[in-house]
């Protein structure tokens, strides 16, 4: 086992980690911004060290800080979280070649799932559906207009390097598609570095639904069921849960162990996600977060395991204590994140937290690095809690959910917690009867009617 992690990250997927290591009896180090010299994480670690001031490319992403802490501290493995840095196969190949190991799958696999289209195409060989498309990059418009042409409208244009809504645009017609092509490259390029994109066929009423793998690296791998994340804004998730409503066991089972082969095949390492739009009972792939989700707490809480230890004992060389006949799901979990905005516009809301309470009692979890007097600070992403509950079923997750939100309580600044009151209340929620369209037109409905 390592005698030290250095986590990669801030905010609560740091106390995450931060947590599993502690019961495990592992001391940690945690990195942070001048920004971030306050912030929880830095002091729950056993060790902290500044690596940069508050902007992200000179802290957070600043490799050379963080080997050199690494070095500094002794550190022998790094823990990336998600985001920022963790599924960057450049840096995983640096820690490499530094000595460090790197919590999550290898570099290679990192490269492959990172590229929309390589990804679709190892998915097709490996025997996953995906979303019918094009085959490769579309280099022109012609060839844009060719390949819509053969899909049939709408279609979606999408960034080959994409990700949460970037370098995505939407052609109902063929008339669409000149802008859509020009506007989704140039989005990428800037946000990625990369203006290559494809082409997907739109599906007008998909459910979100991803398969939880893990894999030993050695070519055994299991699946942890399905969470479903239909309820989107904007391309980003906002309430999860697990199981999907219209998921049922035979369906989980089929699809479950399809992933997990799949990802036995290629040897995998570590936690990852395969991600689906299914609609009309077809399932169809999206693309593999090659990480640890934001949404992993449902997972968790209803098949009782800790994916971030799992993660330690795969990455330290311990092997895979998960197997597929001893995984079994309890219970129904959802989860909301709380983001400091301001609705109904959701415009980012930094300040000072004044008053902070979390909700607690049976089958309530709450991830969050906020305490009474912390200032938010306005660089980061602007998620600041998961709350996450879990029931005997869903009708009782949903009351649960509705009363822990009752007890949440931060003062001070704006945040989206008056969102997941409104949504308990609509019947499509409640049912579960809904896609991944439908809260943007209910928010846009609700606004429509409210001016």
Known sequence: MFSKILIANRGEIALRVIRACRELGIPTVAVHSTADADAMHVRMADESICIGPATVARSYLNVPAIISACEITGAEAIHPGYGFLSENARFVQVLEDHGITFIGPRAEHIRIMGDKITARNTMKTLGVPCVPGSDGGVPTLEEACKVSDDLGYPVIVKATAGGGGHGMKLALTRDDLEEAFSTARSESKVAFGNDEIYIEKYLDKPRHIE????????????????????????????????????????????????????????????????????????????????????????????????????????????????????????????????????????????????????????????????????????????????????????????????????????????????????????????????????????????????A
Not at 307 to 326: S, T
Request: proline share 5%; hydrophobic share 40%.
């Open 211 to 450: 398969i939880q793998v893990f894999g030993d690296g050695h070519g055994k791998a299991v699946h942890l069921g399905e969470r479903d994340c239909s309820l989107q804004r904007r391309h980003q998730k906002v309430f999860e849960e697990a199981p999907s409503p219209v998921i049922d066991a035979e369906t989980r089972a089929r699809i479950g162990q399809l992933c997990a082969d799949a990802v036995a095949d290629i040897q995998y390492a570590g936690a990852g996600t395969i991600e689906f739009l299914c609609q009309d009972g077809a399932f169809h792939f999206m693309e593999m977060n090659t990480r640890l989700q934001v949404e992993h707490p449902v997972t968790e809480a209803i098949f009782g395991v800790d994916l971030v230890k799992q993660q330690i004992r795969i990455a330290a060389g311990e092997g895979m204590e998960l197997r597929q006949e001893n995984l079994s799901l309890k219970g129904h979990a959802i989860e909301v994140r709380i983001n400091a905005e301001k609705l109904p516009d959701f415009l980012p809301c930094p300040g000072t937290v004044h008053t902070f309470h979390a909700p607690g009692g049976l089958g309530v979890r709450m991830d969050s690095a906020l305490y009474a007097g912390y200032s938010i600070p306005p660089y980061y992403d602007s998620l600041i809690a998961k709350l996450t509950v879990v029931g005997t079923d869903r009708p009782a997750a949903l009351a649960r959910l509705r009363r822990a939100l009752g007890e949440l309580v931060v003062d001070g600044v704006d945040t989206t917690t008056p969102l997941f009151h409104a949504l308990l209340d609509q019947e499509v929620v409640q049912k579960g009867d809904y896609h991944i369209h439908w809260l943007e037109h209910w928010l846009e409905t609700r606004d429509a009617g409210a």
